[in-house]
């Protein structure tokens, strides 16, 4: 159980998916003007990269490695989150217009989002001493991940909101300005690599 947690810390704070491999930023940056949006994109990214982690898992430990085809793993985790995706993007266009045109062009990019394909990957490197265990941690890790996702998102967001009507030099307005919020949220989050 101490390992669960402790999985789960990592992933959210201090192996940030975001700010410390810069995995993902297409969407960290385009989605993240309002909190409203933010929010959305992080529940879907939740629900994308968590579900995923599960399948993917299954797939890898009781199909690929059972038949020897571990090469054919990035195609067939691809598939598996582009199927995610659509799910997430059919529910989101039929019980939440509002929030699927304010996702926009992003939604579906959460197909070729590197963070879900990289989490995906990572947890079934990691040995394990069995199938179940291997299973638990791919889920809490890619939730955490996913939490990270959210929690860096959230924050950009909150934070595009407060200086939009700043006075800002006119050579960083716009995403210059972003990017250094960006660079200086990465920094205040090595800080949890102490923990």
Do not use: D, W
């Amino acid at each position: 159980m101490q390992n669960l947690i402790l999985v789960l810390i990592t992933t959210i704070f201090i192996n940030n998916v975001l700010l410390s491999q810069f995995l993902g930023l297409c969407s960290f940056l385009g989605v993240s003007k309002k909190t409203e949006t933010a929010v959305g994109m992080g529940g879907a990214v939740i629900f994308v990269i968590t579900i995923s982690s599960a399948v993917t898992n299954l797939i890898y430990n009781f199909i690929l490695v059972k038949f020897n085809l571990e090469y054919m793993k990035t195609i067939v985790f691809i598939v598996v989150i582009a199927a995610l995706v659509q799910l997430v993007e059919m529910v989101l266009k039929k019980y939440v217009p509002s929030l699927y045109k304010a996702l926009g062009v992003y939604l579906p990019l959460i197909t070729t989002n590197c963070a879900v394909l990289g989490v995906a990957l990572t947890n079934v490197q990691v040995q394990y001493t069995s199938n179940l265990q291997s299973f638990i941690f791919s889920i809490i890790s890619g939730f955490g991940t996913s939490v990270g996702y959210l929690v860096a998102i959230l924050i950009l967001a909150g934070i595009r909101e407060r200086i939009e009507h700043n006075e800002i030099p006119e050579s960083f307005k716009g995403m210059p300005i972003v990017l250094i919020s960006a660079g200086l949220m990465a920094i205040a989050f090595m800080g949890f690599a102490g923990l």
